[in-house]
């Protein structure tokens, strides 16, 4: 037999720590916890850049079919205005009545016309002409050659008119 004491596995590693169940458990838990977090934050950003897109993208056809009808409307105003020079009252009403409902279901779609009364705004309008005149000051609108229309905040196309010098 030899003297050397007999060395138990505990001993053999001394460079090892022992780790404590509890505190692994736990350094799991928050791993998992911030993982979680984490998962849940992207998720809500996606959410809300989804709707966001969402609601461009309704925007966008929306202001898609409202151009694709301006002309339509211009054309029904100038017929209206012919119908009334040649007094066709029958022509006049059914043209009337078309150019009515396509106000309206334009207006459902967010359609609004641009205010022309009162000063020039260069956001809004467009000058195609500017007339000296001695009823309205200067940078006053004094005719609209073609009107303007928006939806929302955003100008679809701008109110055409003669402004005061």
């Known amino acids: ?3 050397e ?3 138990t596995e505990e001993e053999q590693t001394p460079e090892q720590e022992v780790v404590d169940p509890l505190a ?3 350094r799991e838990r928050d791993e998992y916890l911030d993982a979680l977090q ?6 809500d950003n996606y959410r809300k850049r989804t709707a966001r897109e ?6 966008r056809a929306a202001q898609r079919l409202v151009n694709e009808l301006l002309p339509v409307l ?3 105003e100038r017929a209206l205005a012919a119908a009334e020079e040649h007094e ?4 006049e009403d059914g043209v009337r009545l078309v150019h009515r409902s396509l106000v309206e279901a334009l207006q459902k779609e967010g359609l609004a016309e641009i205010e022309t009364d009162g000063a020039f705004d260069p956001n ?3 000058a195609l002409l500017a007339q000296p005149s001695e009823d309205k000051e200067s940078g006053q609108v004094l005719d609209v050659l073609q009107k303007g229309y928006r939806i929302g905040d955003k100008v679809l196309r701008p109110a055409r008119v003669i402004v005061a010098e």
């Open 1 to 3: 037999m030899t003297d």
């Open 5 to 7: 004491p007999q060395v």
């Open 24 to 26: 692994e458990v736990m």
């Open 38 to 43: 984490r998962l849940k934050a992207e998720f």
């Open 54 to 59: 969402q609601l461009e993208l309704t925007s």
């Open 74 to 76: 211009d054309d029904l």
């Open 88 to 91: 066709e009252a029958k022509l």
């Open 124 to 126: 809004v309008h467009e």
